[in-house]
C-alpha cells in the first residue's frame, strides 16, 4: 500500500495530541489563552499538540518539511507557559528539552518548495470550539504536488453513538475514508450520504460568524430549498460530518474578501471528504490548489459536498451572487 509508513507515524502523532489536548483541557482554564498578533487565541494544548506533531514526523521523515499554524516565538518570551508546555509534551513524547520543543514547534514556519512535497498541521482547528468545550481538532495532511495525498483528522469530541464520543478520519489517495470511533480499536470504511435532492440536504458552517457570512448561506440554503436548520460546529469537524454522512453540503464564505484561506484549515479535510466519495472545490468550482504557499491564493469560498448535490449548490451560489 502506498504511503503505509506516512499513515502509520501520522496516525500515532495525531492520537498523542489528541491525548495531549483532551488532558490539557482538563485543567485548563478560559483565562490561559493568549492572544497571537492577529488577536487570534492559542492555548498551551496548541503548542503542545504542534511540537508531538512534529518530533514524531521529524523522527521518522528527518528530511521532511511541515508546516504549521504555530510558531514558538510566544514561549521563547514566556517561562511559566514554556514550562506548561514543556510538562504536557513529556507526558506524549517522553524527555524533551525546552529547546528541543520550541525548535521542533518553530519547524512550523519553514518554507518548502510548495509544490513539492510537505506536511501541514493544524495542532487546534477551532481553538475557539477547544475553549468552549465544543468541535475542535488536530489536523496532518501530506501534500504532494499542490494535491492531498493523505490525511489525518483527530476530533476528539466528534458525536458518537450513546455519549461514545470522538472520532479518528483519515484517508490516503485512492485508498477510502476510515474512522476509528471513540474508544473503538476497529476502523470502519465511511462514506458520504447519497442525497440527490437538495431540498432533502442538511448544510454545516462555523459557529464563528466572523470565519463565514452565514447570511450568504442562508441565502444559497434558500435557493436550494434546504429546510433544514444549518449545523455549526467548530473546525474540520465538518469535512468529517460530510464524509460520514452527517451533512451533505459545507458551506463556507469568509466574511472579509481579503481574507485567504489556510492550507492547514483544509489540506486534511478535502481528502478525508473526497475519499469518503464527496466532492471538494472553491465556490467557482474549481479544486483547491494547495502549492500556491501558507494560504490557498487562488481559491475563495470553501464548498464540500456529497457531490451528488456539488453541481445544484454552485448554480445556486451563483445565482445569489449575481444578486449581490
Ligand atoms: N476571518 C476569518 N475568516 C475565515 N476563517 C478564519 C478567519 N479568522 C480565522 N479563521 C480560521 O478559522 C479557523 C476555524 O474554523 P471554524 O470557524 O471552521 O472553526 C481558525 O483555525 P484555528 O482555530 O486553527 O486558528 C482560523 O484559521
Ligand atoms: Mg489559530
Ligand atoms: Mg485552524
Ligand atoms: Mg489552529
Redesign the pocket.
Known amino acids: 500500500m502506498p504511503y503505509e509508513k506516512e499513515l502509520e507515524i501520522a496516525l500515532n502523532a495525531v492520537k498523542k495530541a489528541s491525548a495531549l489536548c483532551r488532558r490539557a483541557q482538563m485543567t485548563l482554564v478560559k483565562s490561559e489563552a493568549v492572544a497571537k498578533k492577529?488577536r487570534?487565541?492559542?492555548t498551551i494544548a496548541?503548542f503542545g499538540s504542534q511540537a508531538v506533531v512534529t518530533l514524531s514526523l521529524m523522527a521518522a521523515f528527518p528530511g521532511d518539511f511541515i508546516v504549521g499554524?504555530e510558531d514558538a516565538g510566544i514561549l521563547r518570551e514566556n517561562a511559566g507557559l514554556r514550562q506548561k508546555v514543556c510538562a504536557l509534551v513529556e507526558e506524549q513524547a517522553g524527555p524533551v528539552s525546552a529547546d528541543q520543543m520550541m525548535d521542533a514547534i518553530d519547524q512550523g514556519a519553514c518554507t518548502p518548495d510548495f509544490s513539492g512535497r510537505f506536511w501541514t498541521v493544524?495542532?487546534?482547528?477551532?481553538?475557539?470550539?477547544?475553549l468552549r468545550e465544543e468541535?475542535?481538532a488536530i489536523a496532518l495532511a501530506l501534500v504532494e504536488n499542490g494535491q492531498v495525498v493523505l490525511g489525518v483528522l483527530g476530533c476528539p469530541d466528534f458525536p458518537g453513538d450513546e455519549g461514545e464520543n470522538g472520532g479518528l478520519f483519515f484517508a490516503v489517495r485512492g485508498g477510502g475514508t476510515f474512522m476509528l470511533p471513540g474508544n473503538a480499536q476497529v476502523r470502519q470504511k465511511i462514506a458520504a450520504d447519497r442525497i440527490k435532492d437538495s431540498r432533502d440536504a442538511r448544510f454545516c458552517?462555523?459557529?464563528?460568524s466572523?470565519?463565514?457570512a452565514h447570511d450568504v448561506h442562508a441565502r444559497i440554503a434558500e435557493a436550494l430549498g434546504i429546510k433544514a436548520q444549518p449545523l455549526r460546529?467548530?473546525?474540520?469537524a465538518?469535512y468529517g460530518a460530510v464524509a460520514c454522512g452527517l451533512a451533505s453540503v459545507y458551506l463556507?464564505l469568509?466574511?472579509?474578501s481579503a481574507?485567504r484561506?489556510?492550507i492547514?484549515?483544509h489540506a486534511a479535510g478535502v481528502i478525508i471528504v473526497e475519499e469518503a466519495g464527496g466532492r471538494v472545490t472553491d465556490f467557482s468550482g474549481n479544486p483547491l490548489d494547495f502549492s500556491t504557499g501558507r494560504t490557498l491564493e487562488k481559491n475563495v469560498g470553501i464548498l464540500a459536498t456529497n457531490t451528488f448535490l456539488h453541481d445544484d449548490v454552485l448554480k445556486a451560489i451563483r445565482a445569489v451572487q449575481s444578486e449581490g
Open positions: 492577529d487570534s487565541p492559542v496548541d499554524e493544524d495542532p487546534i482547528d477551532g481553538t475557539k470550539g477547544f468541535q475542535y458552517e462555523s459557529v464563528e466572523a470565519h463565514a460546529m467548530d473546525s474540520q465538518k463556507r469568509p466574511r472579509s481574507y484561506e489556510k492547514w484549515d
